[in-house]
T-cell receptor, first 116, second 115 residues
Framework: GAVVSQHPSRVICKSGTSVKIECRSLDFQATTMFWYRQFPKQSLMLMATSNEGSKATYEQGVEKDKFLINHASLTLSTLTVTSAHPEDSSFYICSASDKDTNSPLHFGNGTRLTVT | AQSVTQPDIHITVSEGASLELRCNYSYGATPYLFWYVQSPGQGLQLLLK??????LVQGIKGFEAEFKRSQSSFNLRKPSVHWSDAAEYFC?????????????FGGGTRLMVKP
């Protein structure tokens, strides 16, 4: 079945540094990928919609300069948390859908980011 | 605007007992409805989905859900819960014209299973 791979699964970084998270669709092409953020014991909050070959669409309240999204190919989207601060510590999850089959979203296993 | 409500934040059931997780939605058009399960520190796994047709849908791991348009509900059920079912469950709604479009999630229900 369709698989979305997210890397790394866990990352610890120092305050002020940047962290890149990758989201890959392994056996299908995804024109659109979605990035979610999940705080402990809470639901998923959509951060942005990543569109292949064009700029990402950010949800209200999400800083586009802080959370840089690049969707350079039909199988890869990256989220870069720039100048990370402790309040950016969270669980980040990406998802994607097979553009050819209009299938439901498949989710990556998430990335636990801890900023010290 | 669309919204999804899962009234129960936590539910505890005994192993072998039946389970029903509630989900109510508000959506301006015909929705696609989904249930996902999340184990700790993991992503989401699709349990089942409703697009159209039979309002009782079967999913993986013995789960089923029933779409009731009149009640705007899509409750998840399982006749006999196993200890491995302990996890967080999310109901979600999306636009009917695009199954792969962004979803709106409910707040989640944490299921605990007593031995």
């Amino acid at each position: 079945g369709a698989v979305v791979s997210q890397h790394p699964s866990r990352v610890i970084c120092k305050s002020g540094t940047s962290v890149k998270i990758e989201c890959r669709s392994l056996d299908f092409q995804a024109t659109t990928m979605f990035w979610y953020r999940q705080f402990p014991k809470q639901s998923l909050m959509l951060m942005a919609t990543s569109n292949e070959g064009s700029k990402a669409t950010y949800e209200q309240g999400v800083e586009k300069d802080k959370f840089l999204i690049n969707h350079a190919s039909l199988t890869l989207s990256t989220l870069t948390v720039t100048s990370a601060h402790p309040e950016d510590s969270s669980f980040y999850i990406c998802s994607a859908s097979d553009k050819d089959t209009n299938s439901p979203l498949h989710f990556g296993n998430g990335t636990r980011l801890t900023v010290t | 605007a669309q919204s999804v409500t899962q009234p129960d934040i936590h539910i505890t059931v005994s192993e072998g007992a039946s389970l029903e997780l509630r989900c109510n939605y508000s959506y301006g058009a015909t929705p696609y409805l989904f249930w996902y399960v999340q184990s700790p520190g993991q992503g989401l796994q699709l349990l089942l989905k409703y697009f159209s047709g039979d309002t009782l849908v079967q999913g993986i791991k013995g789960f089923e859900a029933e779409f009731k348009r009149s009640q705007s509900s899509f409750n998840l059920r399982k006749p006999s819960v196993h200890w491995s079912d302990a996890a967080e469950y999310f109901c979600a709604v999306g636009p009917a014209n695009n199954a792969g479009n962004m979803l709106t999630f409910g707040g989640g229900t944490r299921l605990m299973v007593k031995p």
